[in-house]
């Protein structure tokens, strides 16, 4: 039951960690369920799948777009998201820019970063992010509020904690530097349903969701 497995993982989670139901794949009923248990944080990671629940649940929820994001898209998102968490690009920055500008509206985003260096991911190599985070004080219409990352594809909790901590010292890092109003560091969003637990005891404060809500 929907209801019982959101409970059953609010209780195990800190207050201050943010629970992002990911909806993606769901049928609009069983997303429905996820608001009537008291979640109003959900991802999508498609936007054609993302339009169709909006156009039902719309401002009901938050909205959090976590899948790799087409410039092309972009458009259909400006305005309904509360976090874009897959920016990945300085291309991809510039058309939220140039895109929130025409609708006058100010886009909130995290970075996604590619630390487990897995070709089969999209995010931002390490060693780029500065190249990135140097675009946005010049973005009028783009905010970065933190990051996020994937868990690498392995069994061993050891690697992924070293991916975790890593992803919280560059968050850390950034925090201390002075990027001024527009580069904030207030979500680290990392964790999913195998690796939620080692994310939170490594400082993440927001977990993606999916399988463990929905089975
Ligand atoms: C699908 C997905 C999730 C949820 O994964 P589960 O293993 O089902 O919890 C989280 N984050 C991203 C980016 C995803 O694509």
């Given at each position: 039951?929907?209801?019982?497995?959101?409970?059953?993982?609010?209780?195990?989670?800190?207050?201050?960690?943010?629970?992002?139901?990911?909806?993606?794949y769901?049928?609009?009923?069983?997303?429905m369920?996820?608001?009537?248990?008291?979640?109003?944080?959900?991802?999508?990671?498609?936007?054609?799948?993302?339009?169709?629940k909006?156009?039902?649940?719309?401002?009901?929820?938050?909205w959090?777009?976590?899948?790799?994001?087409?410039?092309?898209?972009?458009?259909y998102?400006?305005?309904?998201?509360?976090?874009?968490?897959?920016?990945?690009?300085?291309?991809?920055?510039?058309v939220?820019e140039?895109?929130?500008k025409?609708?006058?509206?100010?886009?909130?985003?995290?970075?996604?970063?590619?630390?487990?260096?897995?070709?089969?991911?999209?995010?931002?190599?390490?060693?780029?992010?500065?190249a990135?985070?140097?675009?946005?004080?010049?973005?009028?219409?783009?905010?970065?509020?933190?990051?996020?990352?994937?868990g690498?594809?392995?069994?061993?909790?050891?690697?992924?904690?070293?991916?975790?901590?890593?992803?919280?010292?560059?968050?850390d890092?950034?925090?201390?530097?002075?990027?001024?109003?527009?580069i904030?560091?207030?979500?680290?969003?990392?964790?999913?349903?195998?690796d939620?637990?080692?994310a939170?005891?490594e400082?993440?404060?927001?977990?993606?969701?999916?399988?463990?809500?929905?089975?």
């Amino acid at each position: 039951m929907i209801s019982e497995n959101i409970n059953q993982i609010q209780s195990e989670i800190p207050d201050h960690v943010t629970l992002v139901a990911v909806s993606k794949y769901q049928s609009i009923e069983d997303t429905m369920a996820v608001l009537d248990a008291g979640i109003h944080d959900l991802g999508e990671s498609r936007v054609q799948d993302f339009l169709k629940k909006y156009e039902v649940i719309g401002d009901r929820s938050r909205w959090h777009f976590i899948g790799h994001l087409q410039k092309n898209k972009v458009k259909y998102l400006i305005g309904k998201t509360f976090l874009i968490h897959s920016v990945d690009s300085i291309e991809l920055v510039n058309v939220i820019e140039k895109e929130s500008k025409k609708q006058g509206i100010v886009t909130d985003v995290l970075l996604q970063l590619n630390l487990a260096r897995e070709d089969s991911k999209s995010g931002i190599l390490a060693e780029n992010l500065n190249a990135v985070l140097e675009v946005i004080p010049s973005c009028q219409f783009v905010r970065v509020k933190g990051l996020m990352a994937m868990g690498p594809l392995t069994q061993n909790n050891e690697k992924i904690r070293e991916i975790f901590m890593e992803l919280k010292r560059i968050y850390d890092r950034i925090k201390e530097e002075s990027w001024g109003e527009v580069i904030k560091m207030n979500y680290l969003s990392m964790g999913m349903t195998d690796d939620y637990t080692i994310a939170i005891e490594e400082g993440s404060n927001m977990i993606r969701v999916g399988r463990k809500i929905f089975s």
